[in-house]
């Protein structure tokens, strides 16, 4: 099993900025990828962005520019989120993966945090 903590959500105005933070625990392994979900009321989990344990990064193209997804080791990933828009009002939620044996898991999702941008 593996456990995802995140922070670091809160209400911000546009065009401001906000730092999640997401630490995972556990049956960690090296060969991972940790993203960024978000979902916002109404509507279905979209991927914001992916970083794997070879620093290859994704990102939606909504968020390209703005977002930066970073980890310092393979147990904590970070999105700096800039220039903030209404749009990005969601829950964003940390999603891990990790290769065990010949199995790809992806299923462990942290609780979520809230990102509230007003216009």
């Known amino acids: 099993q593996v456990q995802l903590v995140e922070s670091g959500g809160g209400l911000v105005q546009a065009g401001g900025s906000l730092r999640l933070s997401c630490a995972a625990s556990g049956s960690i392994v090296s060969i991972n990828a940790m993203g960024w979900y978000r979902q916002a009321p109404g509507k279905q989990r979209e991927l914001v962005a992916r970083?794997?344990?070879?620093?290859?990064t994704n990102y939606a193209d909504s968020v390209k520019g703005r977002f930066t997804i970073s980890r310092d080791n393979a147990k904590k990933v970070y999105l700096q989120m800039n220039s903030l828009k209404p749009e990005d009002t969601a829950v964003y939620y940390c999603?891990?993966?990790?290769?065990?044996?010949?199995?790809?898991?992806?299923?462990?999702w942290g609780q979520g945090t809230q990102v509230t941008v007003s216009s």
């Open positions: 999603n891990y993966g990790g290769s065990y044996g010949t199995t790809w898991k992806d299923n462990f």
């Open positions: 970083i794997t344990s070879g620093g290859s």
